[in-house]
Nanobody, 115 residues
Framework: QVQLVESGGGLVQAGGSLRLSCAAS????????IGWYRQVPGKEREWVAG??????VYADSVKGRFTFSGDNAKNTVYLQMNSLRPEDTAVYYC??????????WGQGTQVTVSS
């Protein structure tokens, strides 16, 4: 089992920044992939950014604005979000896929960007 705990969401004006954190209960190096998804009501959860198979991958909609990073010593990954737009408003979920392909989700953190 892996527990993922997100933090850092909130309300920000368009053009502002937030940093999300996701603390894992075990080494993030043991994960095949770890990263962030987001979901708005009525839509499917979509991939935002993270590491999969050793490569950092970003959704086209966030490239150049969001930065994914990790701290192996703290078993924590981050999502630095700059130049936020109202369309970035969503619940952001931390996701991990173990080496044996079990999926884990955090509880989600709300990000709201006002125009």
């Amino acid at each position: 089992q892996v527990q993922l705990v997100e933090s850092g969401g909130g309300l920000v004006q368009a053009g502002g920044s937030l940093r999300l954190s996701c603390a894992a209960s075990r080494s993030i190096l043991s994960m095949y992939s770890i990263g962030w998804y987001r979901q708005v009501p009525g839509k499917e959860r979509e991939w935002v950014a993270g590491i999969s198979g050793g490569s950092t991958v970003y959704a086209d909609s966030v490239k150049g604005r969001f930065t994914f990073s990790g701290d192996n010593a703290k078993n924590t990954v981050y999502l630095q979000m700059n130049s936020l737009r109202p369309e970035d408003t969503a619940v952001y979920y931390c996701h991990a896929l173990s080496a044996s392909y079990f999926k884990y989700w955090g509880q989600g953190t709300q990000v709201t960007v006002s125009s």
